[in-house]
């Protein structure tokens, strides 16, 4: 997928793409009804896939106690 490419037929989703030496990483935020066509056609084109998906809807967001990483530091 090329930036020109991207730009005739723009993904109707936002997406983050990122390359690494162990792969091409990329992150699509889409309605979930979207989500099973999607990795049919995306599987059809790869020889090698792993999917995690997060349902947005039923996670949460936790904060981390700051004195977790203060091990050591008298207070």
């Known amino acids: 997928m090329s930036r020109a490419s991207i730009g005739r037929a ?4 936002e997406f983050l793409l990122r390359v690494s030496d162990s ?3 990329w992150f699509v935020r889409m309605p979930p009804t979207h989500l ?3 990795l049919t056609n995306l599987h059809a ?3 090698n896939m792993t999917v995690t998906a997060i ?5 949460f967001v936790y904060s981390i ?3 977790t990483f203060d091990e050591g530091i008298p207070t």
């Open 10 to 13: 723009p993904v109707p989703f």
């Open 23 to 25: 792969g091409l990483y």
């Open 36 to 38: 099973s066509s999607f």
């Open 45 to 47: 084109n790869l020889e």
């Open 55 to 59: 349902d947005y809807s039923q996670s």
């Open 65 to 67: 106690w700051p004195k």
